[in-house]
C-alpha cells in the first residue's frame, strides 16, 4: 500500500471529511447553482481599483512573526531569515484558462520577482485559486522545501520539482524543520481537485510553531468540530488565518460564511484572526467586500480581536496589526 491507499483518511477510492460534508445544501439543484453563475451581480467585482502598499520583501527583518499577504489565500510569513510561502497565485487568474477568474485591479502588484528566496512553501489543497502552475514553476529556482497534503506532490513532480524538496503530511502529521520551527497537518473540511475528479488528493490547514509562536493556517473548510479539536492540541495560538469568502448558502459545508469564521477563531482560542481566501478573486456571488463587512461586524460584537491589512501591508504579531476599514474607499 503506498502513503495514499494507506491513510486512514483515504477510504471508497477518495479523500474523505471527517464529517458528512455534501458538496450542496439539502434541496439545491445544479440548475440552481449554475443559474446563479450566470446572473451573478455586478458587484461581485470591485468598482475601482484595490489599495496596496509596496513593501520590499527581500529586506524584511524580525524576530517575530511578520505576514504580508497578497490578496486571497497568498501571503509571507518571514521570521529570523526564514521564509515561508503559503499557496502562492500569482499567474492573474484562478483558473486554468486565463481569461476566466481574473484577479481584481490593483491586486497583481506582487509576483514572483518580488518573492525573497522561499525556505518553504507551504500548500493546502490542489484547487486552482491555492495551487497555480505558472507561478511554481517560476519560483522553484528560489524554493528550497516544499511542504504539501498526501497527492499534492505528484503535481509538483508533473512540473519538474525535485521529489527529494518535497515534504508530504496526512493529518496530524508533523514535521521538524529545525530545533525552533515544527509544522502540523490539521484537518479541514473541503474537498480537492482540479478538472472533473475530486477527493483525488488531501486539503489541510497547518499549525506552525515558529521560535515559540503558533500560527494556524486555516486553508479552505467548511465549519465543524475539527477548530475545537485542534484547539486541545495547539495551545495557545497566537495568530488564526482562516478564509472568509467565496462562500455561499448553496454550499454552507465546504466554506464558511462570515459569522462562522469567527466561532471557528473562537473554537481555535486564538489571540488574533486574520481573514483572507477574499479580494482578488469572484468564485462566489457575493459582493467582493461583503466577506470583509460581516466578518468584522460579527468580531466587533463577539470582541475578538481582528487584523484587516491592506495587500503588501506587513502584520506583526504583537507588534503591528492594521485594522482600518480601506475597503469603504474603494468606490
Known sequence: MDKLTSSPNFREGIFQNLAPTPMMAEGVSTFAVLRDFLHKPKLV?????????????????????????????????????????????????????????????????????????????????????????????ALAGRTQKYIVPLGVEKHLVDWKINPAQITTLDWWQSKELSADMQITSTPARHFSGRGLKRGGTLWTSYLFNLFGFTIFIGGDSGYGDHFSTIAKQAGVIDLAILECGQYNEAWPYIHMLPEQVVQAHIDLGAKTLLPVHWGKFALAYHHWDDPIKRVTAKAATEGIHITTPMIGEPVIIHEKYPDQPWWNTVH
Not at 502588484?109 to 518553504?120: E, K
Request: aromatic share 10%; charged share 10%.
Open 45 to 137: 467585482t470591485p468598482p475601482a481599483p484595490l489599495p496596496s502598499v509596496k513593501t520590499n520583501l527581500t529586506t524584511l527583518q524580525a524576530n517575530t512573526p511578520l505576514v504580508v499577504w497578497f490578496g486571497h489565500s497568498s501571503y509571507l510569513i518571514h521570521i529570523n531569515g526564514i521564509n515561508i510561502l503559503v499557496d502562492p497565485v500569482f499567474s492573474g487568474s484562478a483558473s486554468p484558462v486565463a481569461m476566466f477568474i481574473k484577479a481584481f485591479a490593483g491586486t497583481n502588484q506582487y509576483g514572483p520577482r518580488d518573492m525573497p528566496a522561499i525556505d518553504y512553501m507551504v500548500l493546502t489543497h490542489n484547487h486552482y485559486d491555492h495551487l497555480d502552475k505558472k507561478t511554481l514553476i
